[in-house]
C-alpha cells in the first residue's frame, strides 16, 4: 500500500465501529420505539400516568433529548393535574443525557463522513482489495465491541447498567425513585429490551457490510504490488 491508501484503510476500519454500533440510535431514540415498547405484552404499567399522558410526556422528553425543545419547555410540561411533569433532579440529568446524544450523535456522523471519504478514495485509486479488507476488518473490531458490550448486559444488566450511566454521567445524578416520573415513563425491562435490539440491528449492518466486503474480495483479482 501507498501511505495515503494505507491511511485510508485505516480510517475505514476505525470508522466503522463507531458509524454502525452508534447507528442505530436514529431507530431507537425516538416516540416510535417508546410506543412499540409501551404497546408488548407484559410491558410494565405506570401507577402514576394512563397510557395517552405517559405517551405525551415521553414524547416531550424525547423531543428535548433531539433539540426540538428548550429545557424551559420540558420543565413546563404538566401531568394532567397541572402539576410539573418532572422534578429539579430529572431537569437536570435530561440536560447531561441532551450533552450525551449530542456528542454521540457528532461522532456518529464524523465517523460516517470518515467511512465514506476513505471509501471514495479506495474506489478511486482502484484499491478494491484494501477495500474489501477494510470493511471486513472494521466488522470484526465493531462485533468484538457488541459481544462485549451485549454479553456483559446478558450475564449481569444491573452492572452493565450501572457501568454504563457512570461512564456517562456523574455518580449519584441518574438514580430516582419509583414513583418519579423518569422510572414510570422507562422502567428497567424497556432498556433490557432496548439493549439487545439494538444488538439485533447492529448484527444486521455488521453483516451486509462483512457480505459486501467479501464479495468485493472474491470477484476482484489481486493487484500486481507495482501497481499498488
Same mark, same amino acid.
Do not use: C
Given at each position: 500500500?501507498?501511505?495515503?491508501t494505507r491511511?485510508?484503510?485505516?480510517?475505514l476500519?476505525?470508522?466503522?465501529?463507531a458509524?454502525?454500533?452508534?447507528?442505530?440510535m436514529?431507530l431507537?431514540?425516538?416516540?416510535?420505539?417508546?410506543?412499540?415498547?409501551?404497546?408488548?405484552?407484559?410491558?410494565?404499567?405506570?401507577v402514576r400516568?394512563?397510557?395517552?399522558?405517559?405517551?405525551?410526556?415521553?414524547?416531550?422528553?424525547l423531543?428535548?433529548?433531539?433539540?426540538r425543545?428548550t429545557?424551559e419547555?420540558?420543565?413546563?410540561v404538566?401531568?394532567?393535574e397541572?402539576?410539573?411533569a418532572l422534578?429539579?433532579?430529572?431537569?437536570?440529568?435530561?440536560?447531561?443525557?441532551?450533552? $450525551?446524544?449530542d456528542r454521540l450523535? %457528532?461522532?456518529?456522523?464524523? !465517523?460516517?463522513l #470518515?467511512? &465514506?471519504?476513505a471509501?471514495a478514495?479506495? *474506489?478511486?485509486?482502484?484499491?478494491?482489495?484494501?477495500?474489501?479488507?477494510?470493511?471486513r476488518?472494521?466488522?470484526?473490531?465493531?462485533?468484538?465491541?457488541?459481544?462485549?458490550?451485549?454479553?456483559?448486559s446478558?450475564?449481569?444488566?444491573?452492572?452493565?447498567f450501572?457501568?454504563?450511566?457512570?461512564?456517562?454521567?456523574?455518580?449519584?445524578?441518574w438514580?430516582?425513585e419509583?414513583?418519579?416520573?423518569?422510572i414510570?415513563?422507562?422502567p428497567?425491562?424497556?432498556?433490557?429490551?432496548?439493549?439487545?435490539?439494538?444488538? $439485533?440491528?447492529?448484527?444486521?449492518? %455488521?453483516?451486509a457490510?462483512? !457480505?459486501?466486503? #467479501?464479495y &468485493?474480495?472474491?470477484?476482484?483479482?489481486? *493487484?500486481?504490488?507495482?501497481?499498488?
Amino acid at each position: 500500500m501507498t501511505i495515503l491508501t494505507r491511511a485510508a484503510y485505516l480510517l475505514l476500519v476505525l470508522a466503522i465501529p463507531a458509524a454502525l454500533v452508534l447507528a442505530p440510535m436514529y431507530l431507537f431514540i425516538t416516540p416510535g420505539f417508546i410506543r412499540h415498547e409501551y404497546g408488548l405484552p407484559g410491558f410494565p404499567g405506570s401507577v402514576r400516568f394512563d397510557a395517552a399522558e405517559r405517551i405525551e410526556i415521553s414524547d416531550a422528553i424525547l423531543h428535548y433529548v433531539r433539540g426540538r425543545i428548550t429545557r424551559e419547555q420540558l420543565a413546563a410540561v404538566e401531568t394532567a393535574e397541572g402539576e410539573p411533569a418532572l422534578n429539579a433532579r430529572e431537569v437536570d440529568h435530561l440536560a447531561d443525557v441532551r450533552i $450525551v446524544m449530542d456528542r454521540l450523535f %457528532l461522532v456518529q456522523g464524523v !465517523a460516517t463522513l #470518515a467511512a &465514506l471519504v476513505a471509501i471514495a478514495w479506495l *474506489v478511486l485509486r482502484r484499491q478494491v482489495l484494501d477495500l474489501a479488507a477494510g470493511l471486513r476488518h472494521g466488522v470484526i473490531l465493531a462485533a468484538g465491541l457488541i459481544v462485549v458490550v451485549v454479553g456483559y448486559s446478558l450475564l449481569d444488566f444491573g452492572a452493565f447498567f450501572t457501568a454504563f450511566h457512570n461512564l456517562f454521567f456523574p455518580p449519584g445524578t441518574w438514580t430516582f425513585e419509583f414513583t418519579d416520573t423518569l422510572i414510570q415513563l422507562y422502567p428497567l425491562p424497556l432498556w433490557m429490551d432496548a439493549v439487545w435490539k439494538i444488538g $439485533v440491528v447492529v448484527a444486521i449492518e %455488521l453483516a451486509a457490510v462483512y !457480505a459486501l466486503g #467479501a464479495y &468485493l474480495r472474491r470477484s476482484t483479482p489481486p *493487484v500486481p504490488d507495482a501497481e499498488r
